[in-house]
């Protein structure tokens, strides 16, 4: 029963951390940039 009891720590322990590591990857280390691009401009004669 011990044995049991410490299989399952170390498995809730595991899902624990990938989990935070999950919700530190979406929050901190994929940003995207907040600013708009620039629309194209539409037509008419482009100057060099």
Partial sequence: MELFL??????LKGITR???????QKTFLEKKKTTQRRDK????SQHK
């Fill in 18 to 24: 990938a989990l935070s590591a999950h919700i530190f």
């Fill in 41 to 44: 401009q539409k037509g008419g």
């Fill in 6 to 11: 410490e299989y399952l720590k170390e498995v």
